[in-house]
């Protein structure tokens, strides 16, 4: 099973920007697509974001395209969430997945991801 620990969360005002990273450990995350999820307090898990393998495919909740680009870095092992024009509704507990369902990137669903992260808070000041 894939390791995988987030990092870059934090607090930040209406209006700013984060990057998150996600790294894996001990296993190569490039044969994975790998997605972004969060949690908000009292709310379900949200998907926000998924890359595929190779990065040449990406997909976004509604709510955040536009403002949010996930990346990935096959040689660094790493994929990156960059959130700019943050809002205080991105508040939320945010993790990495890996997953090696064979599915396109638009389909793909919570249930498809097999490795997550702990999360890194993202806190955002109105």
């Known amino acids: 099973q894939v390791q995988l620990v987030e990092s870059g969360g934090g607090l930040v005002q209406t209006g700013g920007s984060l990057r998150l990273s996600c790294t894996a450990s001990?296993?190569?995350?490039?044969?994975?697509?790998m997605g972004w999820f969060r949690q908000a307090p009292g709310k379900e898990r949200e998907f926000v974001a998924a890359?595929?393998?190779?990065?040449?495919?990406?997909n976004y909740v509604d709510s955040v395209k536009g403002r949010f680009t996930i990346s990935r870095d096959n040689a660094k092992n790493t994929v990156y969430l960059q959130m700019n024009s943050l809002k205080p509704e991105d508040t939320a507990v945010y993790a990495c997945?890996?997953?090696?369902?064979?599915?396109?990137?638009?389909?793909?669903?919570?249930?498809?991801?097999?490795?997550w992260g702990q999360g890194t808070q993202v806190t955002v000041s109105s």
């Open positions: 997945a890996a997953s090696d369902v064979i599915r396109p990137i638009r389909d793909l669903k919570s249930p498809d991801f097999g490795s």
């Open positions: 001990g296993y190569t995350l490039s044969t994975y697509a």
């Open positions: 890359i595929s393998w190779s990065g040449g495919y990406t």
